[in-house]
T-cell receptor
């Protein structure tokens, strides 16, 4: 079962532009996490935002969380070709869950 | 190198066969998670072990089984393989047994069933 749903499924931008990806989820959460996956490689943890946080920054990444709307967004500023990858949001299925459940991801393509 | 080691990197086998995938978690991590990634199903959670004990099961088929050993490495056993089992299998580790911390993923095992 899917907990998070990313939107859009695919995004194509030019280098230097900003990329915004959205994630909606179904149940209450303790935290929401974003991961990046380069083609065929393992996932890399980018950022974790807790349910009592509204915004978090890490380098060129900005994540927001709106628990009332059960949604989160990942903004990548000044995109580079190296940002080309799939991006996934993940959270546990319920309060008692122990494992992260991932959405189907947004595929970002940054062209130079 | 993420610190999570998965072997083998590639595996090609025939239908009906049995294979074992191995995962060594990052040093100090007690939890090991197994995921299957395919184009049509996305990233599916299979099973979670914490310090040798099974903690949660996801969409794991009865033909699949796993265990975590005292040295914390884990093995995922896939038997009676079918063409549809062809996928990338990832292992991830984390410090504790909850979803409250980030995971460290291995580079995966690409299984091809022919």
């Amino acid at each position: 079962s899917q907990q998070g749903e990313e939107d859009p499924q695919a995004l194509s931008i030019q280098e230097g532009e900003n990329a915004t990806m959205n994630c909606s989820y179904k149940t209450s959460i303790n935290n929401l996490q974003w991961y990046r996956q380069n083609s065929g490689r393992g996932l890399v943890h980018l950022i974790l935002i807790r349910s009592n946080e509204r915004e978090k920054h890490s380098g060129r990444l900005r994540v927001t969380l709106d628990t009332s709307k059960k949604s989160s967004s990942l903004l990548i500023t000044a995109s580079r070709a190296a940002d080309t990858a799939s991006y996934f949001c993940a959270t546990v299925l319920n309060q008692a869950g122990t494992a992260l459940i991932f959405g189907k991801g947004t595929t970002l393509s940054v062209s130079s | 190198d993420s610190g999570v080691t998965q072997t083998p990197k590639h595996l090609i086998t025939a239908t009906g066969q049995r294979v074992t995938l191995r995962c060594s978690p990052r040093s100090g991590d007690l939890s090991v998670y197994w995921y299957q990634q395919s184009l049509d199903q996305g990233l599916q959670f299979l099973i979670h072990y914490y310090n040798g004990e099974e903690r949660a099961k996801g969409n794991i088929l009865e033909r699949f089984s796993a265990q975590q050993f005292p040295d914390l490495h884990s093995e995922l056993n896939l038997s009676s393989l079918e063409l549809g089992d062809s996928a990338l299998y990832f292992c991830a580790s984390s410090t504790l047994g909850t979803g409250n911390y980030g995971y460290t993923f291995g580079s995966g095992t690409r299984l091809t069933v022919v």
